[in-house]
């Protein structure tokens, strides 16, 4: 079975990667958090991935390309916020909270990027394997 080609995306491994690291920092959460913070955060993270996987099947219709990458962004910040309630609880070091941070915001610049641009994900490229 082969991959499907959203897994390329630089988007979806930088947000993969961000959602794998999140899961081994929640793991250090107090366990009164698991049903709040540990949680929320766990699924906006995930979700932007999931999301990404969304876009692709929508590829051949570019206004819903376009609204699932909104919602990935959207996720993307809600991450952001989850991560900035675990700083302010001590949870995380704000040293930790700006480098997931930094990782956020190179997932949102790429996310921002396949917006301004998507032709080159939904475009010729893609044709070519419809007809094939």
């Not at 610049?109 to 070519?128: C, D, H, I, T, W």
Request: net charge positive; aromatic share 12%; proline share 3%.
């Amino acid at each position: 079975m082969s991959t499907s080609h959203f897994t390329t995306w630089l988007a979806f491994q930088k947000s993969r990667r961000l959602a794998a690291s999140i899961y081994n920092l929640c793991k250090t959460f107090p366990p009164a958090e698991k049903y709040a913070l540990t949680d929320q955060v766990l699924r906006s993270s995930r979700s932007v991935c999931a999301n990404l996987a969304e876009c692709y099947a929508k590829r051949r219709y570019p206004k819903h390309f376009i609204a699932k990458l909104t919602d990935c962004a959207g996720e993307n910040h809600e991450t952001e916020v989850w991560l900035m309630f675990a700083r302010d609880h001590g949870y995380i070091s704000r040293g930790h909270h700006t480098s997931y941070q930094a990782a956020c915001e190179e997932v949102s610049r790429l996310l921002s990027y396949m917006q301004r641009n998507p032709e080159k994900f939904v475009g010729k490229a893609e044709k070519a394997k419809r007809k094939a």
